[in-house]
C-alpha cells in the first residue's frame, strides 16, 4: 500500500485499463454533507495527474463542474463520476450528495462500485446518516475504507476521531478499524495548532512528509519510534487477527517476526473481503503543491486492497418475462448485461446515460434492449425498446471524453438513449435481459403543483415525464379524487431541485398549491328524502319524482343501490335511471363536495308521467332526493388513515411516539430491532402526516426512517371536520 513502492504492477507491457476488467477499481465516496468528498476527489485526481496545478482539468474547466442547480443552491445534488489512473489501474470514483434528500444518488453509486471510501469530517464526526449507510454496505459485504478529511481545523484529532470512527463502524470488532498511517504533525503556530504536515507509515516506519508539495519518503527519528511501535503491535495484531491463515496468530504471540510481505498481503485480503477496514487521513494539497496529503496512500489502498469487478456479485438476472438467468461476473466475452444508474439531460447532446457494464462489452451505434419494471407505481411505465446507442464517453466535469467501447466491469456515459430511464437494463436485442432493481428509497413528502400559464400547461407533462424518467426516487401521481398532479419528493431540498430543473431545464413554470388528501362523506344514520322534479312550462315536460331510505354501510362498501318499488310506481325503465342519478350526486358529495361513500340507497316509491317522464327527469330526482335525505341527516367526514412504521434509534423513541400521539395517531405498539433501534407502530391521519418525512428528520436528527401505507377511511373529529366543510364550502 502507501507503505510499499509499486503496490500493483505497472502498466507496461499489459492491456490498457479499458480492456480488461482486472485494471478497473470502481470506487464510491460516502459522506454526510460538508464532509469533503468533493475536494477529496480532486485532491486525487491532481495526484493522479488528471489535473494540472492550478487544479483545472488539463483541457479546461473544472473538474467539480456541477449543472447550474448545484452551484446556485451550494449543494451537490447529483452522482458524478471521476475516472483517474494510477500505476496501470484506471479508478472509477462516483461522487456522491450527502445530503439526506438525494439519498437516491447515493444508493445508485453504491450499485455501480464494488467499494466504499466512507470519507469523515475531524470536525463534525460521525453522523447517524453515515452510520446507516455503513451498515447496509456491511448487509452486503462491501469492502470499506475510512478517510477522516479537515484535519486542519481547530481542535481536529486524528486519534480521537479514529476511536470514534471504532465505535460508530467496528460492532462487536473494534480491532478490525485501525489506522493504516498516523499523521505527522509540523511545529505549533501562534494559535496553539500544529498542522499536518505528512504520515507515517507503521508497518514499515517509514515518513512520508507532504511538507514541500512533493511526497518524500524518510526514517523516523529516535524520539518518535515508540509511538510508532505501538501503533504498528496494534495494527499487526489486527491484521492478523483477520488473516486466513490460523497459525500466523500463534507464531506471532510466540515471538515471531512476520516478513512485511505478509502482513500487507493479509492486509490486502482482510480489506479486500471487507473483514478489515483501515483509517487514512487526507487533506488537499496547498497552493502550488501537486500532492495532497494522504493521496498516494490512498490511491496505493484502492488499488492493492480494493477487489477487482471480478469480485463483485452478479444482481440477479432474469428474462423479460421473468425466468431467472444465469450469468458468469464480469465475463466480457458474456452476454451484455448493463444498468443505466443515472440519466440526466445535456442542452446540446440530450439524453446522457452513465451506465455501469456488468456481463460483456459494449460499443458504439450498437443496437441493444432497453428494459425498464417494477416502477410503474412511481410514474415509471413498464416499457421493452430496442434503442441504437451513439457515443460512448467518459465524463470529466463538464467534458465528455470519447472511448471505443467500454468492458464488463467498467463505467461509461451512452448517447442518445432516448426511452432509457435510470435503473433500465441495456442487453443485447437478441437476448433482452432484465437486471433485479437496486432498493430505491421510498418518497414520502407531496408535492402539489399546477401549471403557471396555458403555456406551462402545454409542456407540463413532457417536462414531468423526463424528470422522473431521471430520478426514480420521486413518484409522479395524478390523484383521481382530488385532480391534483402530486410530486413525490425525499425532501424538501430534493423538491426545490425539481422545481428548478422544470424550470430552467425544461421551460416549465409551476405553482406549488396546498396538497389535499382523499376525503369522504358518509351517512351517520338512517335518513330519508324525496326527489320532486317537475316542470310544466308548455311543450314537451319534465315529470319525475322518487322517494328513497339512506343507511350506512360498513368502511369499504361503497354506494349500494337497491330497488324495492312495488307496483310499478317508478316504469322498470326508469329504475337505473334513478340510480345512475343516486351515484352521479355520490360521486359530487352532499355535504362538502368529498364523494359519499358506505350507504345503501333503496327506492321505496315514486311517481312518473306516461308523456312527460323521462330519463334525465329521473336522474335529477334521484339526485334531489339523495340531497334532502343529506340534509336531514348528520353526515361525517372521513379521512384516510395510514399505517406508519418508523425505526428509529432508541435514544429518540419517547419523542417520536409523542409526537405520533399529538398528530392524532394511535400506538399499536414498539419492537426492538437489532443496532438499538426501535420499529414504532401506529395509525395515523394522512392529513397529519404531509410533512413528516421532515419533521421526523428533525426530531431524530436525520437518523430515523419511516414507510407509511393506506389502512382505511375513518370518521375524523367533529371539530376537525366541520373546519374543513366550512373551507370547502368557501371555495366553492
Not at 348 to 356: A, P, T
Request: net charge negative; charged share 25%; with cysteine.
Amino acid at each position: 500500500m502507501g507503505d510499499k513502492a509499486n503496490v500493483h504492477p505497472g502498466a507496461a507491457g499489459r492491456a490498457t485499463a479499458a480492456d480488461r476488467p482486472a485494471s478497473v477499481r470502481n470506487v464510491v465516496l460516502v459522506g454526510h454533507s460538508g464532509s469533503g468528498k468533493t475536494t477529496l476527489v480532486e485532491a486525487l485526481a491532481l495526484t493522479a495527474g488528471a489535473l494540472n496545478r492550478a487544479g483545472r482539468v488539463e483541457d479546461g474547466g473544472t473538474l467539480s463542474d456541477y449543472d447550474e442547480i448545484e452551484h446556485r443552491q451550494q449543494r451537490s445534488v447529483q452522482l458524478s463520476l471521476v475516472p483517474v489512473e494510477w500505476d496501470g489501474i484506471k479508478i472509477n470514483l462516483l461522487d456522491t450528495p450527502g445530503y439526506a434528500d438525494f439519498v437516491g444518488e447515493l444508493r445508485a453509486g453504491l450499485r455501480a462500485a464494488d467499494a466504499a471510501l466512507f470519507v469523515v469530517s475531524a470536525s463534525d464526526g460521525v453522523d447517524g446518516s453515515t452510520r446507516m449507510v455503513w451498515e447496509e454496505c456491511a448487509a452486503v459485504g462491501m469492502p470499506r475504507a475510512i478517510v477522516i478529511t479537515h484535519l486542519e481545523a481547530a481542535r481536529a484529532d486524528f486519534e480521537e476521531m479514529t476511536r470514534r470512527c471504532a465505535e460508530a463502524f467496528g460492532g462487536d470488532d473494534p480491532d478490525a478499524v485501525l489506522p493504516l498511517y498516523l499523521p505527522l504533525h509540523g511545529p505549533q503556530g501562534p494559535d496553539g495548532h500544529a498542522p499536518v504536515t505528512g504520515l507515517v507509515g507503521p508497518l514499515t516506519q517509514k515518513l512520508f512528509d507532504y511538507s514541500t508539495g512533493e511526497r518524500k519518503e524518510s526514517e523516523p527519528g529516535e524520539d518518535q519510534l515508540p509511538g510508532i511501535e505501538e501503533a504498528r503491535n496494534r495494527l499487526i495484531e489486527g491484521i492478523i487477527s483477520e488473516s486466513e491463515d490460523e497459525t500466523l496468530m500463534d507464531r506471532y504471540l510466540g515471538g515471531e517476526q512476520v516478513d512485511i510481505k505478509t502482513l500487507i498481503q493479509d492486509l490486502e485480503r482482510a480489506v479486500a473481503r471487507g473483514s478489515f477496514f483501515p483509517v487514512l487521513a487526507a487533506a488537499p494539497a496547498a497552493e502550488g503543491a501537486r500532492q495532497g496529503i494522504g493521496t498516494v496512500e490512498l490511491l496505493e489502498l484502492i488499488i492493492g486492497g480494493f477487489p477487482t469487478p471480478f469480485e463483485h456479485p452478479m444482481p440477479g438476472v432474469t428474462t423479460v418475462d421473468g425466468k431467472p438467468r444465469e450469468l458468469k461476473a464480469c465475463d466480457t466475452e458474456g452476454p451484455l448485461v448493463a444498468e443505466v444508474v443515472k440519466t440526466s439531460s445535456d442542452p446540446y447532446v440530450g439524453r446522457i446515460s452513465l451506465v455501469r457494464v456488468f456481463s460483456g462489452t459494449l460499443r458504439p451505434d450498437q443496437t441493444v434492449h432497453v428494459s425498464g419494471h417494477g416502477l410503474a407505481d412511481r410514474g415509471h411505465e413498464d416499457h421493452d425498446v430496442d434503442e441504437k446507442i451513439g457515443a460512448l464517453s467518459m465524463p470529466f466535469g463538464k467534458q465528455q471524453r470519447p472511448v471505443t467501447h467500454a468492458v464488463a466491469g467498467d463505467l461509461v456515459c451512452v448517447a442518445k438513449l432516448g426511452r432509457a430511464e435510470t435503473g433500465d437494463t441495456l442487453s443485447a436485442k437478441e437476448d433482452p435481459l432484465l437486471m433485479e432493481p437496486w432498493q430505491m428509497p421510498d418518497p414520502l413528502l407531496p408535492l402539489a403543483i399546477q401549471a403557471h400559464s396555458k403555456a406551462d400547461e402545454d409542456k407540463l407533462s413532457q417536462g414531468l415525464a423526463r424528470l422522473v424518467a431521471e430520478d426514480p426516487t420521486m413518484r409522479l401521481e395524478q390523484n383521481p379524487d382530488t385532480h391534483q398532479v402530486v410530486l413525490w419528493c425525499l425532501g424538501e431540498a430534493h423538491a426545490d431541485v425539481a422545481l428548478e430543473r422544470l424550470r430552467s431545464r425544461y421551460g416549465v413554470q409551476v405553482d406549488v398549491v396546498p396538497h389535499k388528501v382523499s376525503l369522504r362523506e358518509t351517512f351517520a344514520g338512517r335518513s330519508a328524502g324525496r326527489g320532486r322534479h317537475v316542470k310544466q312550462s308548455g311543450g314537451h315536460g319534465q315529470y319525475a319524482i322518487c322517494e328513497i331510505e339512506v343507511e350506512p354501510l360498513p368502511g369499504g362498501s361503497g354506494v349500494e343501490f337497491v330497488d324495492k318499488v312495488v307496483g310499478g310506481a317508478v316504469p322498470r325503465q326508469f329504475i337505473p335511471s334513478v340510480e345512475k342519478g343516486v351515484r352521479a350526486q355520490a360521486a359530487k358529495g352532499v355535504a362538502a363536495g368529498y364523494p359519499l361513500v358506505d350507504i345503501r340507497v333503496t327506492l321505496l316509491d315514486g311517481k312518473a308521467h306516461s308523456v312527460d317522464s323521462s330519463d334525465a327527469a329521473f336522474q335529477t330526482a334521484g339526485a334531489l332526493a339523495l340531497r334532502e335525505a343529506a340534509a336531514d341527516a348528520t353526515i361525517h367526514l372521513l379521512e384516510p388513515v395510514a399505517e406508519v412504521s418508523v425505526l428509529v434509534g432508541d435514544e429518540y423513541v419517547g419523542a417520536v411516539m409523542s409526537d405520533l400521539s399529538a398528530r392524532r395517531g394511535r400506538l399499536l405498539g414498539t419492537e426492538q430491532v437489532s443496532g438499538g433501534r426501535t420499529l414504532v407502530r401506529a395509525e395515523v391521519p394522512e392529513i397529519e402526516i404531509g410533512r413528516y418525512a421532515i419533521d421526523l428528520r428533525s426530531l431524530s436528527h436525520g437518523t430515523a426512517r419511516f414507510s407509511r401505507s393506506y389502512a382505511r377511511h375513518e370518521p375524523m373529529p367533529a371539530q376537525v371536520g366541520e373546519k374543513l366543510r366550512q373551507e370547502a364550502l368557501k371555495s366553492q
